[in-house]
């Protein structure tokens, strides 16, 4: 062994002290050249995002419900949002045997939950416990947040709640987002980076709290979604009301279950004042996105479906219909 | 005695490794160890910073030990616990093959250390701290937390983006890493280069003269030095008749002459020497024996009454003080206006460039990656101090991360209702960039954002381009210029439609 490292040691020694003549100097000039060049091209190479894009996700058939929309009223939490989706048919209508399933909650603030900003994460762990017991093979739980993520995930309570009840949760890395290749060419959302677990799943459970946003009027199910967008998130801010509908149509969720236990009545989305928020104690399940969130923002807000820009051009682009008490088959409960 | 070396080496790689791993694990959340008192060890930073800055920590009182133990034992520090040291010398072994040189003769060089200590000392005194340049910690932990560690966070991001992403693997390990380690997003910072440079210089250095630094520059080695001019406890050297000069050769530091008595001051204790059996290991030595008054002149016990020096000494130190109590009394008489956004509970501007020792803990800390090191925007005295720039980052609302790992306290630790009451600068919107103002469109991103329940950004209906729309102003009393307004406007670029200026 040792006189291995002599040998190359009289040997590093031997090539520091051989005369540096033009003809060795542009030997190694050449080389050394070449070595970077090809090393830098192989590193690009390797590590570059190899162009792929993503593509709508493929839902299953919506199955057939016993109801279109339930709105289930109680102090337990749990209890309330078992019995909304109970009444629609269940968990097993949505997720199969050894699905990938996907918990999108909004904890995009760095806020505790009693200030309303977030999902409570009482709901998200009774849906991922529904998941589970349906046949679900993993549930995955994650947001984009605005606030930093750390504190957004630990403050919302939500990881902690969700990973007891078995959910992997994790955070949204910005390299895991596709553009997305809609089928309409003249999408305004066109090669948009979306995320990636996202798209790539079985069944996706849209989890919102209702609250106010200062400029879509009121944040639900359809403006949940932003919370799979990457890129420069600000900027989907302009013209909002047409790049909804597309994201919510591209994701298809297969349920939307609407947080309504503690509501944010102003100052939204991100509030932080304890006298905006009201308990309405209510959990609203359906998987008509149109349907759920004209019905939350008339009983709950006192403003017509019809009048907030996104949920609107969501019902002409095909989403689904408007509430309206006589033809929609609902099933309210109070527990 | 290969014991003792052994244990030396040992001690050496055990404190670099908890140093590093201190190092590596400080991020938002703050965990149980705190890189806060690794700093107190350096006798010269602890008391640079507070004289310059006029300011008193709990600090001094972990320092006391330190210095009790240079009293004690000399150098121990050096040679045992310093993780800048124990690289050094790591350095120096992987390069010993390759090696080949001979000690001169004790040099006169050893006093340059000393020289600009007491520059660094008079600056203290004028309300500059200049010490972080040198001292050894910080230089090491700038390194670590601005230099390498956004490196290796790089590094494996990419590494692990491009497995899962290909092969779907490793999903699991890096999450594992990331969530204990990494912050929440990959760090990275400003003049990153800069720090591995002046890293590198004195590793480098040590290839030509083992323990470099330590010898001729380091402060804190000078000032440790000063206090184990004669330490309690000693190395003691046996009669020796022979002309050997193998100690002389084998000291790492130049502090054994070429009759084998050795200077104290310059002893970092790496037991090196006791392999050669002619000295024997630590010993309780009576204070000023004949033989250590003769070879090192060192011991001053004998002097009576007081010398011309010691008097010119007393006086120039009574002189100093009351000129720093009258520059403190100035200083709070004065307002001085921040020439950045610096980071919230900081002290006002002109103390805070005196305290902070630039080791990077709240940079890397800081859970938005908004700390950045500046340049020359606020002034020579105030390189690399830290900011928040607005475009990496901002100050989240109820984060208190950088003042709980400030090892000066140049940042306060504020209580959580302190922290959400910090004005840390103001915004204003302007109006040529700012889309609704510029073009009508409607945006709002800024208002969405705002922290402050009572929301400082309100929109107002304005006509522009003949359109009625709204636009967004800044409540200037409600504001606090935590900055998430600017980081998230649309607008891509530096020049965002919303920006917060120092107050």
Redesign the interface.
């Known amino acids: 062994m040792n006189k291995k490292?002599?040998k190359a040691?009289s040997k590093?020694?031997k090539i520091l002290s051989t005369e540096l003549t033009r003809k060795t100097f542009l030997k190694t000039l050449v080389a050394g050249g070449a070595f970077l060049a090809f090393s830098s091209n192989t590193a690009k190479k390797?590590?570059a995002q190899?162009g792929k894009t993503i593509d709508p996700r493929k839902k299953r058939e919506t199955p057939i419900m016993d109801y279109e929309l339930t709105a289930v009223t109680g102090g337990d939490i749990e209890k309330i949002t078992r019995q909304s989706v109970d009444l629609l048919g269940g968990m097993g209508k949505f997720v199969k045997n050894g699905d990938t399933v996907v918990v999108k909650p909004n904890m995009g603030w760095?806020r505790t939950p009693e200030y309303a900003a977030n999902t409570n994460p009482a709901v998200v762990a009774a849906v991922v416990k529904m998941c589970f017991e349906s046949g679900a093979k993993t549930v995955k739980v994650f947001d984009n947040t605005?606030?930093?993520?750390?504190?957004c995930y630990?403050?919302s309570g939500i990881m902690e709640a969700a990973k007891a009840a078995g959910a992997t949760v994790?955070?949204m890395?910005?390299?895991?987002y596709m553009p997305a290749r809609f089928m309409r060419v003249d999408a305004l959302m066109q090669g948009w980076p979306l995320f990636r677990d996202a798209i790539e799943c079985n069944a996706f459970i849209n989890v919102p709290i209702a609250k106010t946003?200062?400029?879509g009027t009121l944040t639900l199910s359809i403006k949940n979604l932003m919370g799979i967008c990457g890129g420069?998130?600000?900027?989907m801010?302009?013209?909002m009301d047409k790049k909804l509908p597309e994201v919510y149509d591209f994701v298809k969720p297969d349920l939307n279950i609407i947080d309504a236990y503690r509501i944010l009545t102003a100052?939204?989305?991100?509030?932080?004042?304890l006298k905006d928020v009201a308990m309405k104690n209510t959990i609203i399940a359906s998987s008509d996105p149109v349907l759920a969130d004209s019905y939350v923002s008339e009983t709950f807000f006192n403003i017509k479906g019809s009048t907030i820009a996104h949920i609107k051009r969501s019902q002409e682009y095909g989403l689904g219909k408007f509430y309206s008490s006589a033809n929609t088959k609902i099933k309210i409960e109070k527990i | 005695m290969k014991k003792l070396k052994a244990t030396r080496v040992i001690s050496q790689i055990f404190f670099f490794l908890l140093v590093a791993a201190a190092f590596t694990v400080l991020t938002f959340p703050i965990k149980f160890i705190d890189t806060k008192e690794f700093f107190l060890t350096s006798p010269s930073l602890l008391i640079f910073s507070e004289i310059s800055a006029v300011y008193l920590t709990k600090g001094m009182a972990v320092l006391l030990i330190f210095i009790i133990i240079a009293f004690l034992f000399g150098r121990v520090f050096c040679g045992w616990i310093c993780p800048f040291g124990a690289v050094m010398d790591f350095f120096v072994f992987l390069l010993k093959p390759l090696r080949k040189y001979k000690e001169s003769k004790p040099d006169k060089k050893l006093m340059i250390k000393y020289y600009a200590l007491a520059v660094f000392a008079v600056l203290a005194v004028l309300g500059y701290q200049f010490v972080w340049i040198f001292e050894p910690i910080t230089v090491f932990s700038r390194f670590f937390h601005l230099s390498l560690f956004p490196f290796f966070n790089a590094v494996t991001d990419k590494f692990f983006q491009y497995i899962i992403m290909n092969h779907d693997f490793g999903e699991n390990i890096y999450y594992a890493i990331s969530n204990n380690i990494f912050s929440a997003r990959s760090i990275s910072f400003k003049y990153s280069f800069a720090f591995f440079v002046l890293f590198m210089i004195p590793l480098l250095a040590a290839a030509f003269r083992r323990r470099f630094w330590c010898r001729y520059i380091c402060p804190l080695g000078a000032s440790l030095g000063i206090l184990s001019v004669n330490p309690k406890f000693a190395l003691r050297k046996k009669a020796c008749s022979s002309d050997c000069g193998r100690c002389e050769q084998i000291c790492r530091s130049n502090a054994i002459k070429h009759d084998g008595s050795y200077i104290s001051s310059e002893c970092v204790m790496c037991m090196d020497c006791t392999i050669l059996k002619c000295y024997k290991p630590i010993e309780n030595k009576k204070p000023c024996q004949k033989e250590i008054v003769q070879n090192s002149g060192l011991c001053q016990r004998q002097n009576k009454g007081i010398s011309r020096k010691q008097f010119f000494l007393w006086i120039s130190g009574a002189v100093a003080a009351i000129y720093v109590l009258v520059r403190k009394a100035y200083a709070a008489s004065h307002f001085s206006k921040n020439s950045v956004i610096r980071p919230p509970g900081a002290m006002k501007e002109k103390e805070f460039k005196a305290a902070c020792v630039r080791c990077g803990n709240c940079m890397k800390a800081c859970i938005t990656n908004g700390l950045q090191p500046v340049m020359f925007e606020s002034g020579f005295d105030g390189i690399w101090t830290p900011k928040i720039d607005n475009i990496t980052g901002y100050c989240e609302y109820n984060c208190n991360a950088c003042g709980q790992v400030c090892p000066t306290q140049a940042i306060k630790a504020l209580t959580p209702e302190e922290k959400l009451k910090q004005k840390l600068g103001k915004a204003d919107i302007v109006k040529n960039v700012c889309v609704p103002w510029k073009d009508g469109i409607e945006c709002l991103v800024c208002e969405e954002h705002c922290p402050v329940a009572e929301k400082a950004i309100k929109f107002v209906k304005e006509i522009i381009n003949g359109k009625e729309t709204d636009v967004p102003i800044v409540d200037a009393d409600l504001c606090i210029g935590c900055g998430v307004c600017e980081n998230k406007c649309p607008v891509e670029g530096r020049k965002r439609g919303i920006t917060v200026n120092p107050i």
């Open positions: 490292i002599e040691v590093a020694k390797v590590f190899n760095n605005c606030n930093e993520k750390k504190l630990q403050n994790f955070y890395d910005d390299w895991k946003h200062g400029h420069n998130r600000g900027q801010h302009w013209e100052n939204g989305p991100r509030g932080g004042n």
